[in-house]
C-alpha cells in the first residue's frame, strides 16, 4: 500500500482552516518572546528518527503475543511500512537493520527501494544474543565475553559481517548492545570477562573501515540478572575511550534503572564527544518499552535541552547523532506506536528550542533557580503541537498523521494485502 499526494493534500485541505488560526496564534505568541519560527521549522523539518527494522509488527511480551495481521513479511515490506510512516510524519526517513533479521539479500533492489521511498540506512545491529539455525558455537554463555575463543571469534566475525551489510547500504554506523553477563552470582569472573569484551570489541574496531562508528549500547539487567558485561554508561565509555575516536556511548532511554538523571548523562558524554546515538522509548520501571512520551514527558524535554544545547555549544548540527525509536509493541497496532513516539519526540525537540539559552545561563551564573525553572517550564507547558505540525506541512507530510492513518484505513489495507496471519522476522 502507499499513500498518494493526492490523499495527502486533501486530508490537509479539510484540516487547514484549523490549523493556521491555532498556528496563527503560536506563532505570534512565539515571535513575542523573540523566537525565530522560521529556524525551529527548518530545524523540525530536517530532524529524521530512523525506524528500527523490527519494530513494525506486534512485538509482544515474553508471556504472550497479540498480532494484529497485516505485518511486513520481509524486508522489502518493512521498508515500505517506514515508507508509509515517513509519508504521513515526514520525519522517519530512515530504516535501521538488525541483522540477521533483516539481510537485504539484493541490495541494489534495496537500495533502489528506498531511493524510492525517500530513506536511507541507519546505524546497523548485530545480534549475538539468541544462537541462529545452523550457527557452529552457541551464546548461551555469552559472545564477546565468552570463555572461549571460538565463540568470541564467531561473534567478532558477525559483527565484521553486518559492518559489510552496513557499507554496501551506505552507512557508517555499527551498533553492538550485548546480552552478555552472569545470571547468577560467581557464574564468572566480572574483571576477566570485561576484558575479553574490552579485547573483542578492539578486534571489531580494526576490522572496521575508516570512517566507520562504533555504538556501544548499555543496559543494567535482563537477561543477565545478576551481572550484565556492560551495565551502564560509565562501562560503555570506559570501553569506548579505549577503542578510539569512532566509538561512541549509545544511550537507550529504557536502559537505566528507575530514576537515573539521564539528561545528566547525556551531558556529560556530549561534552566529552562520546555521545554517538540514541534510542527511543519509554518506562515506568525499567525498560519497558512503552511509547515514547507516553509516562515521562517532562524527562524527554529536559534530555532534549540537554541535547539542543549541548550540540549547539560545539556547533554540531542534530544530524551529528544517530536517531532511533526502539520500542516494542505489545497491544497498540505498532504503526500508530510509531507515529506516536517520533510525534513525541518532536514535540519534545520544539520545546527544547523554545528555551531562551541566553536567559537560563544568566539566571544560572545569578544563581537564580526560581528564574531558570521558570524558564525551563515556560518552554515545556507551551503547547507547540501547531509548530510541529507546520513543519510536517511545509516538509509534504500530513496535518494529523494518526487521524489518517486511521482515515486511509491503513491496517485495512495491510491486512487484505498480507493476511490476518502474516508475522515479522525479529522480536
Ligand atoms: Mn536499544
Request: proline residues 4%; glycine residues 6%; aromatic residues 8%.
Amino acid at each position: 500500500m502507499r499513500i498518494t499526494k493526492e490523499q495527502i493534500t486533501s486530508s490537509n485541505e479539510k484540516r487547514l482552516k484549523q490549523h493556521q488560526s491555532r498556528w496563527h496564534v503560536l506563532k505570534e505568541q512565539l515571535e513575542e518572546k523573540g523566537a525565530d519560527t522560521n529556524e525551529m521549522i527548518k530545524q523540525l523539518r530536517l530532524f529524521q528518527i530512523a525506524i528500527p527494522s523490527w519494530a513494525l509488527g506486534t512485538g509482544g511480551t515474553r508471556f504472550g503475543r497479540f498480532p494484529i495481521g497485516g505485518a511486513p513479511r520481509n524486508l522489502e515490506e518493512k521498508m515500505m511500512d517506514i515508507g508509509l510512516l515517513h509519508s504521513l510524519n515526514s520525519s522517519s526517513g530512515a530504516i535501521s537493520l538488525h541483522i540477521p533479521w533483516d539481510i537485504p539479500d539484493n541490495i541494489p533492489n534495496i537500495k533502489s527501494l528506498a531511493k524510492e521511498l525517500d530513506l536511507r540506512f541507519d546505524a546497523v545491529n548485530s545480534n549475538t544474543f539468541q544462537d541462529q539455525p545452523n550457527q557452529k558455537y552457541s551464546y548461551r554463555y555469552g559472545s564477546l565475553s565468552h570463555t572461549d575463543k571460538n565463540v568470541r571469534n564467531q561473534a567478532i566475525a558477525h559483527n565484521l559481517e553486518v559492518v559489510k551489510y552496513g557499507v554496501a547500504l551506505g552507512t557508517n554506523v555499527l551498533s553492538v548492545w550485548l546480552s552478555d553477563g552472569a545470571i547468577f552470582p560467581g557464574q564468572h569472573n566480572i574483571r576477566e570477562a570485561l576484558q575479553r569484551t574490552s579485547d573483542s570489541l578492539q578486534q571489531i574496531y580494526k576490522g572496521m573501515p575508516d570512517d566507520f562508528e562504533m555504538l556501544v549500547e548499555y543496559k543494567p539487567f535482563e537477561p543477565a540478572f545478576y551481572a550484565t558485561v556492560i551495565p551502564d554508561w560509565g562501562t560503555s565509555l570506559l570501553l569506548v575511550n579505549k577503542l578510539g575516536d569512532r566509538a561512541k556511548t549509545l544511550v537507550d532511554l529504557g536502559h537505566h534503572l528507575p530514576n537515573a538523571n539521564i539528561e545528566q548523562v547525556v551531558a556529560t558524554l556530549l561534552s566529552e564527544k562520546k555521545l554517538g546515538g540514541f534510542h527511543f522509548n519509554d518506562s515506568k520501571y525499567a525498560d519497558d518499552d512503552l511509547t515514547t512520551g507516553s509516562i515521562k514527558p517532562y524527562q524527554l524535554f529536559l534530555i532534549f535541552h540537554e541535547l539542543v544545547e549541548g550540540l549547539r555549544a560545539q556547533n554540531l548540527p542534530m544530524q551529528h547523532l544517530s536517531w532511533m525509536i526502539d520500542a516494542s509493541h505489545n497491544i497498540k497496532d505498532p504503526l500508530e506506536d510509531l507515529l506516536q513516539s517520533v510525534e513525541a519526540i518532536k514535540l519534545s525537540f520544539a520545546q527544547a528550542l523554545l528555551v531562551s539559552e541566553n536567559r537560563l545561563h544568566d539566571a544560572q551564573l545569578q544563581n537564580d533557580p526560581a528564574l531558570a525553572q521558570e524558564i525551563l517550564q515556560d518552554a515545556f507547558r507551551t503547547d507547540v503541537r501547531p509548530l510541529v505540525a507546520e513543519a510536517r506541512l511545509q516538509e509534504g507530510g500530513v496535518l494529523e498523521p494518526i487521524g489518517c492513518y486511521r482515515e486511509f484505513k491503513v491496517r485495512g489495507e495491510l491486512i487484505k494485502e498480507r493476511g490476518k496471519n502474516a508475522v515479522a522476522t525479529g522480536l
